[in-house]
């Protein structure tokens, strides 16, 4: 029996390579691998590949950008035909990226079961993007994979049958408890001129933040003030970069030597990169869970999160985005006053065993055992 696995977005492929070593591992599930191409740039992509030693996709579809109909349809046109092609017996789709709504869409129109991985996030942010595909895709999904408890609470509410919840854990977290040794061998701080501890990350690329240029340059002007402190390395995402030079924000950089841009960055990079880091600062939904599981202080630049959990239990703040609330909540941090947090239930680097012995179990190949 087949599984097939959609990556499309660098969140992603951090989520999905656990899982598929575990199903390797674990079960005589056959799996094929589908990169829809949203993203494509070697550092939004392949790095990533060979950062976690995921196999290379066996299907690549090479969508690539567009507007969000555009973009949907030409995955949806193209995946139904990679099903048709390779019947699966489950397809497997990971967080909330308009990849992910694309194949749950043609997954369910052909009545194959659907597997979401980071089911029941909500943001309760009707217009963002992400919080449309987490409420399509949950919604069609026959078996539905979280990571926190909120998660289940949310499912429940909106009336999902429980027999479809279970609560796996983190599987992001996986990855990056199966690469921080690994992460912690390279000399990117060396390189960069960094000491552990001496400098904050800051990530920008919501949609919210980035396309309207008075907020952009708002934030900006917060994280230039972090830079009066300490250095901050700022990877830049492509449509970040975008608004940045043609909006001339790169003021900002001429006048704060120490807000450093930089390219983006592959995964272990960036993972010896955050983990030493004494604050982040992002829009990012993964970081500001990164960031819990390894205790380093987290502010999140947005009026609320998908991730509540991240700060009941973890090391994350919600601060918006205006500058002066910003500046205040940084200075905290960076007086020893910024809050301490705890790993939550089942970010354990295990979620991916959940996952592969249900899957085993719900498509009766084997008589694993279900440990969530
Ligand atoms: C997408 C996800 C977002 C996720 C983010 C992580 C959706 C709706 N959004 O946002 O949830 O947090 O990925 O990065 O799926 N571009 C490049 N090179 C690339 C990819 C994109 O230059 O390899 C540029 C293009 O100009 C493109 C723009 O970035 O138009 C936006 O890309 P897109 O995939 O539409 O959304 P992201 O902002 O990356």
């Not at 597997?115 to 449309?132: D, T």
């Not at 996986?174 to 960094?194: I, N």
Request: hydrophobic content about 40%.
């Amino acid at each position: 029996k087949k599984v097939i696995h959609i990556v499309g977005a660098r969140p992603n492929f951090m989520k999905v390579a656990p899982i598929y070593r575990a199903i390797a591992e674990r079960t005589p599930l056959e799996q094929i691998l589908v990169h829809t191409g949203q993203h494509y740039d070697a550092k939004m992509s392949d790095v990533f590949f060979a950062d976690l030693g995921l196999p290379a996709p066996d299907v690549h579809l090479g969508i690539g950008s567009g507007s969000h109909a555009q973009q949907t349809a030409r995955m949806m046109v193209e995946l139904e035909k990679v099903f048709l092609a390779h019947p699966p017996a489950l397809v497997s789709v990971v967080g909330d990226v308009n990849s992910t709504v694309a194949a749950a869409l043609v997954t369910s129109k052909l009545s194959i079961p659907l597997a979401h991985v980071e089911a029941g996030l909500r943001s309760y942010s009707p217009h963002q993007p992400e919080e449309i595909n987490r409420l399509v895709t949950d919604r069609l999904s026959d078996l539905l994979l979280t990571p926190s408890r909120d998660a289940d609470a949310n499912l429940l509410k909106e009336g999902t049958d429980p027999t479809r919840i279970h609560f796996v854990g983190n599987v992001m977290i996986d990855s990056l408890f199966a690469s921080r040794e690994k992460a912690d061998k390279l000399p990117v701080l060396k390189d960069l001129g960094l000491i552990p501890h001496g400098y904050a990350v800051c990530t920008l690329h919501r949609p919210s933040n980035v396309d309207d240029p008075k907020l952009l340059g708002g934030l900006l002007s917060a994280v230039a003030h972090v830079a009066t402190r300490l250095p901050v390395i700022f990877p830049v995402h492509p449509r970040t970069r975008k608004v940045i030079s043609e909006q001339g924000l790169d003021s900002w950089f001429a006048q704060s030597p120490n807000l450093r841009p930089v390219d983006p960055m592959g995964y272990l990079e960036f993972l010896a990169l955050t983990s030493k880091a004494r604050l982040v600062l992002t829009d990012s939904g993964g970081l500001q869970e990164e960031t819990t599981a390894m205790g380093i202080p987290c502010l999140t630049l947005r009026e609320q999160t998908e991730r509540p959990i991240t700060v009941e239990e973890g090391s994350n703040e919600v601060v918006g985005t205006d500058p002066v609330r910003i500046r205040m909540a940084a200075d905290r941090v960076l007086n020893g006053e910024g809050k301490q947090g705890r790993v939550p239930e089942f970010w354990d680097g295990r979620a991916a065993e959940r996952i592969a012995d249900l899957f085993a179990s719900f498509l009766g190949v084997e008589d694993a055992p279900i440990q969530a």
